[in-house]
């Protein structure tokens, strides 16, 4: 028993290790202070940020931070499950519930007992899990869909948001009682367009990482690479300059990246000053580009998932697809 006790706490310790929350950023430098601040306070935290910040990140160091660090760490993606599953997914289910419920099984509630809960894009879920999920944060117990038993959970509750919370409230479209219960600690991550030197920074810090993958030695960024680095919006913040350094680690062989190896970037959408898509053209033709760029959010935002995307947007799945393909875009409908 004590082997496997240390060697649980041997790999709690590495992986909190590799958690990290790279910056030198005023804002970054203030975040981690917060998050060092209310780690060990069971409050909910709401984490905003645009797509590709990171949210995840901050819920990784809030619990490693934790005296929940030996419990597990679970997530759930809200958009990307549909509604029908989502209180299975989050409550758990009694055989016989529906259809295929074949056995009872427990819901992530019940699985994160003792740890914590990433409820990422909590602003697209349903009413009816709103409800449920208020209960559970006032109560502390969950009910499993087509049960009666109620069972104690102890959870620690991270939400995450790219959406504006407090005016889908004012919408009437998220609960406001949730919202105020969720909102206790409120954590915003900035883009990395407002991270200034990060940029280079966090390059080098993923350029180095992908190359000891590949078994190469770390290329050095130049001075022209390291302008068009700074000079990009980045409008998939973090993960988009993860992914382009991955690309140049492996695709690459010179010692020296220039400005000619990241050209990539110059073909992605763009943004404006206030992080809105920017958009050129003749009225059709910007319309047209426009719609393309809002499914193409939606459904990277519903990592994948077109259902999701498709009732994010107001649409049926069928007429999601039948949009895509008048707009010219890739789908993998069958």
């Not at 758990?92 to 009872?104: L, M, N, P």
Request: aromatic share 4%; glycine share 8%.
């Amino acid at each position: 028993v004590e082997d496997l006790v240390w060697q649980r706490d041997s790999l709690v310790e590495q992986a909190a290790s590799d958690v990290r929350m790279l910056g030198e950023a005023p804002a970054i430098a203030a975040l981690r202070k917060t998050i060092q601040r209310v780690a060990d306070a069971d409050l909910a935290v709401l984490v905003l940020g645009e797509n590709g910040t990171e949210k995840e990140v901050v819920a990784q160091s809030l619990h490693f931070q934790s005296r929940r660090r030996n419990a597990p760490l679970l997530a759930v993606n809200c958009a990307a499950i549909a509604e029908s599953l989502l209180e299975s997914e989050l409550f758990g289910h009694e055989k016989g519930a529906f259809t295929d419920a074949r056995e009872s099984r427990a819901g992530k509630f019940e699985l994160a007992d003792g740890g914590t809960l990433l409820l990422d894009e909590i602003g697209d879920m349903s009413p009816g899990g709103q409800a449920k999920l208020l209960r559970v944060l006032e109560d502390k117990t969950v009910v499993r869909v087509g049960g009666s038993e109620e069972r104690k959970v102890d959870v620690r509750v991270v939400a995450a948001t790219n959406r504006d919370l407090a005016e889908r409230v004012r919408e009437g479209k998220f609960r406001e009682d949730l919202f105020y219960r969720l909102c206790v600690v409120t954590i915003e991550l900035p883009p990395l367009r407002d991270r200034g030197d990060d940029v280079i920074l966090l390059a080098e810090h993923f350029l180095k990482q992908y190359s000891q993958k590949r078994g190469r030695k770390t290329p050095k960024l130049s001075a022209t690479a390291k302008r068009k680095l700074t000079s990009h919006n980045w409008p998939g913040n973090i993960r988009e300059l993860r992914n382009l350094m991955e690309r140049v680690a492996y695709l690459t062989d010179e010692p020296m990246i220039e400005a000619d190896d990241l050209a990539i970037i110059d073909r992605g959408p763009t943004r404006g000053a206030g992080g809105e898509l920017a958009i050129e053209g003749e009225l059709t033709e910007a319309t047209g580009e426009f719609q393309r760029r809002l499914i193409n959010r939606e459904i990277e935002r519903a990592r994948g998932n077109v259902a999701a995307a498709a009732r994010s947007l107001g649409l049926h799945r069928s007429n999601l697809y039948r949009k895509m393909k008048q707009l010219g875009m890739d789908t993998e409908e069958d």
